[in-house]
């Protein structure tokens, strides 16, 4: 699966704020070379956003990657604007996660709250055709009780709702 390229942004902007400054390709064969120039565009367009203070790059005039870029040294780390854009990202990825355990919980109180409302439904059934009083009574208790917890479960779930519609 091929990262977008302002993931591929993100993570190697992690990695230079976290001290690394080198970078160059894994293999020196063609393909190592190839794979290289998009963390090579990544840094050089982070550089032209203003996200890092300095770069020196090293081009290839080989014939067979002529133009490649082969070694990036990154001069002076991150820029305010670079550390502002890791901040950002950082806080959207524990929002999107924060929903995702949200909308996971949302999903299992739902499905909670439709086995309780079967139970009901079934118990209501049952006490339309029994005939003694004291199985009456008891399947209205059973009855009474399931609904205070499918109240509960609903009002948590409005809570998750209103928590998502906020964010």
Known sequence: ?????????????ERIHNG???F?????????????QAI??????AHNRGYLQDIKH???YHKN???????????????FEGEQFLSIQAEFKSNVYQNQRLIKKHE??????DLINEKINRLEREKIFETRPEEKMRLTNHIQEAKRERD????EMMYIENQLEST
């Open 1 to 13: 699966m091929n990262e977008s390229l302002e993931l591929k942004m993100l993570k190697i902007l």
């Open 20 to 22: 690394e400054r080198n």
């Open 24 to 36: 160059s390709p894994d293999n020196n064969d063609v393909q190592g070379i190839s794979d290289f």
């Open 40 to 45: 090579a565009k990544c840094i050089i367009s």
């Open 58 to 60: 090293w081009k290839s």
């Open 65 to 79: 990657d002529y133009g490649s870029i082969l070694h990036i040294i990154v001069i002076g780390g991150l820029t």
């Open 108 to 113: 299992m109180l739902k499905e909670k709250w």
């Open 152 to 155: 509960e479960i609903e009002t």
